[in-house]
C-alpha cells in the first residue's frame, strides 16, 4: 500500500479517475474525513478499485457505473448506489441504462433488492433534477 506523502502511479491514477467520476466535492470530503485509521483503506480503493479496476481500459466508464450500480444494488449498499447514480452524471450513463441495470438485478440477485434499488435510483435521479434546476435558475 503507498503512502499517500509518496502516492504511487496507481494512486495518481486512480484519484484522477475517482475525481472524474464521483466529483471534487465527494472526492475533497472522503480525503477530508480520514484519519490515521481509515487513511490506509482509502489508499487500497483508490489505488485498487479507482486506479485499477475504473481506469481500466476493456471497459468505457458508462459500462462500469452500470456494472456497479447492479452490484451494489444486488449487494443492498443503498448510500453505494445512490452515490453511483449521482456519478452517472459523469460516467455518462443515462437513467435507461440505471433501469436496465436494475432490471437485471430484479433476474439475478431478486425483485425485493431492486425493488429497494429502483426507490433509492428514483429519489436520487428526482434530487439530482432538483438541482441541476436550481443551478439553471442561479444564471
Do not use: C
Not at 489505488?47 to 450500480?69: C, D
Not at 445512490?82 to 452524471?89: D, E, N
Request: charged share 25%.
Amino acid at each position: 500500500m503507498t503512502d499517500p506523502a509518496q502516492p504511487s502511479e496507481r494512486y495518481t491514477e486512480g484519484m484522477a479517475t475517482r475525481r472524474a467520476v464521483l466529483g471534487d466535492a465527494h472526492v475533497d470530503r472522503a480525503s477530508a474525513n480520514a484519519t490515521p485509521f481509515d487513511q490506509p483503506f482509502q489508499t487500497l480503493i483508490t489505488e485498487a478499485a479507482w486506479g485499477t479496476v475504473w481506469s481500466g481500459s476493456q471497459w468505457t466508464k458508462r459500462e462500469r457505473s452500470m456494472v456497479t450500480i447492479a452490484l451494489l444494488a444486488a449487494l443492498g449498499q443503498d448510500e453505494e448506489v445512490a452515490m453511483h447514480v449521482r456519478a452517472t452524471a459523469n460516467t455518462g450513463a443515462t437513467e435507461e441504462d440505471i433501469r436496465e441495470a436494475l432490471m437485471h438485478v430484479a433476474i439475478y440477485a431478486g425483485v425485493p433488492a431492486a425493488n429497494h434499488a429502483f426507490k433509492i435510483a428514483k429519489q436520487t435521479l428526482a434530487g439530482m433534477r432538483a438541482e441541476n434546476t436550481e443551478k439553471e435558475g442561479v444564471k
